[in-house]
């Protein structure tokens, strides 16, 4: 039994399929023939989940899952895996004549990271005296 909590209450369903992807972006280029890497940055998790949900109110659950995708919300999985902070990228249903109590969906969801301004950890009075932190990389004085 898995679960998406998020600000519709919580909906369980059960999991079919689970794949995980975690995959770092490289970028490449030529250089005097050879191929020199420069920057890996590592992108989000995703994970694609077959589900399938029976159970009380089918047509509210479906409602609230397709509100949480359009409305960006941030939500919570469980899973065979967990994944605190994500949201729904895209999601497909589907329903035949065995599905009166419920219906299949394949939902594709997305690890968030929120960024934190660098004066987080200061007091009001000595966060309004302090720039931000930058970085402007090397900077050459003359």
């Known amino acids: 039994m898995a679960y998406f909590r998020g600000s519709f209450g919580e909906v369980h369903f059960n999991i079919l399929n689970e794949d995980r992807s975690r995959d770092n972006e490289v970028t490449e280029h030529p250089v005097e023939g050879n191929s ?3 920057h890996v940055q590592q992108l989000p998790t995703v994970y694609s989940l077959q589900c399938v949900y029976y159970g009380d109110n089918p047509s509210q659950v479906h409602l609230d899952l397709l509100a949480a ?3 960006k919300e941030v939500i919570k999985y469980r899973g065979r895996a967990n994944m605190k902070e994500c949201v729904i990228m895209s999601m497909t249903t ?11 969906f394949n939902a594709t969801i997305q690890s968030v990271r929120f960024a934190r301004p660098s004066t987080s950890g200061l007091s009001g009075i000595l966060r309004a005296e302090v720039d931000e932190i930058g970085s402007a990389g090397r900077v050459q004085t003359v």
């Open 69 to 71: 995708r359009r409305s």
């Open 36 to 38: 020199i890497v420069d």
């Open 94 to 104: 589907s329903v035949d004549q065995n599905d009166a109590n419920g219906f299949r």
